[in-house]
């Protein structure tokens, strides 16, 4: 089991900066990807930004060049610095891991934090 636990979120005004964090506990290893997603109410969870093992990093086209994604080793956690925020950028965002585990062949599992409100609002 892994457990995430995501922090930062708040309130901000349009223009302005958040650094949201995630860190990991338990059993954490071979963890091939690590990403955040956004949710608004009524809306599916998109993906915002993912981090690889190899260091390749992918981002929704709505953030790129605003959002970056950076990871420490210890404490593991996976960070998500957001600049010029935007209205739009206003969702519930979550951490998710996907660890590749099992023998003979390894199957893939994710893990998600709970969740961290971000308001982008004047």
């Known amino acids: 089991q892994v457990q995430l636990v995501e922090s930062g979120g708040g309130s901000v005004q349009p223009g302005g900066s958040l650094r949201l964090s995630c860190r990991a506990s338990?059993?954490?290893?071979?963890?091939?990807?690590k990403g955040w997603y956004r949710q608004v109410e009524g809306k599916e969870r998109e993906m915002v930004a993912l981090?690889?093992?190899?260091?390749?990093?992918r981002f929704a086209d709505s953030v790129k060049g605003r959002f970056t994604i950076s990871s420490d080793s210890a404490p593991i956690t996976v960070a998500l610095e957001m600049n010029s925020l935007k209205a739009e950028d206003t969702a519930v965002y979550y951490c998710?891991?996907?660890?590749?585990?099992?023998?003979?062949?390894?199957?893939?599992?994710?893990?998600w934090g709970k969740g961290t409100q971000v308001i982008v609002s004047p």
């Open positions: 338990g059993a954490i290893s071979s963890i091939r990807t």
């Open positions: 981090l690889n093992d190899d260091g390749s990093t």
């Open positions: 998710k891991f996907v660890q590749l585990a099992g023998f003979p062949t390894p199957l893939e599992f994710n893990w």
